[in-house]
């Protein structure tokens, strides 16, 4: 009986304690009405499209023309495509397509990506921002109303055609300087440039390029944002000719066709 008072004791000390411990309860120092952070809205897009089924036959077909001596199977082999190496099809897909026809040779590839945001105070949408700005950086391209430096007159520069030293259409069309190849385009422009009415946002990119002694190749390539998917769609033909040149307009017509397309698919 001795020991009572003393284990009485004991036990008001821990009730003690026990009742003093809200103290270093972070809850316990909240108060009504105080802020609280929350984390930053995922993307609307979880998952991403079959890449190589995105783009319908009719404008493959449209777009890759293949040789009239190719057999059914043959045909059918160069519409399925080739999906592009991807570690994670919810994060990144593509697909490529290769024709060969007796006037030209075309390549047509499309990619998707998902954007997502680690940082918990950064949106999905906020960091795709970024990841689009940085390739329209890439892209160099003119500023609006400006003319792109021309080349000399006669020759090449840097291995590219005369007309600008990237390659690129280097002012608005005209019958005297079209960049889309002699068809003349009026007063269109048909330089690398914005677009509006394509997703979140887009660019166009021009570019014609020469290797050596073989036929000038010229490539699109239309890049739009919607939401954190960033899509990227190239359009590349090479005349059998070396004297051709490619034209601009068509490509870049077909090429933005196809991207609108796309960002419809993607809105559905």
Known sequence: MAYVPGVALLAALVAGCSAGSGADDPAADSKPGSPTVSAAPPGKYRTLPESCRAVPRSTLKDLLPVGAGLS????????????AVTYDTDRKVGCRWKSDAQDASRNLSIDFERVVSYDPAVS??????????????????????????????????????????????????????????????????????????????????????????????????????????????Q????????????????????????????SETLSE
């Open 72 to 83: 059914e199977d043959q045909q059918e082999k160069v519409y399925e495509g080739a999906a």
């Open 124 to 233: 999905d949408d906020d960091r795709a921002r970024e990841v689009y700005a940085k390739k329209e950086d890439a892209a160099a391209l003119p500023a609006p109303g400006g003319v792109t430096p021309s080349a000399p007159a006669s020759g090449t520069t840097g291995g590219t055609p005369s007309g600008s030293p990237s390659g690129k259409p280097s002012a608005p069309a005209s019958t005297d300087a079209a960049p889309s190849g002699g068809t003349g385009a009026g007063d269109e422009d048909l330089r690398p440039r914005l677009l509006g009415e394509l997703g979140d946002a887009a660019f166009l990119d021009d570019e014609l390029t020469r290797a050596g002694s073989t036929a000038q190749h010229r490539t699109v390539s239309v890049v739009f944002r919607t939401s954190n998917v960033i899509v990227t769609v």
């Open 235 to 262: 359009y590349t033909e090479q005349p059998a000719l070396v004297t051709e040149v490619p034209d601009s307009r068509e490509l870049q017509e077909k090429a933005q066709a196809l991207a609108r397309n796309l």
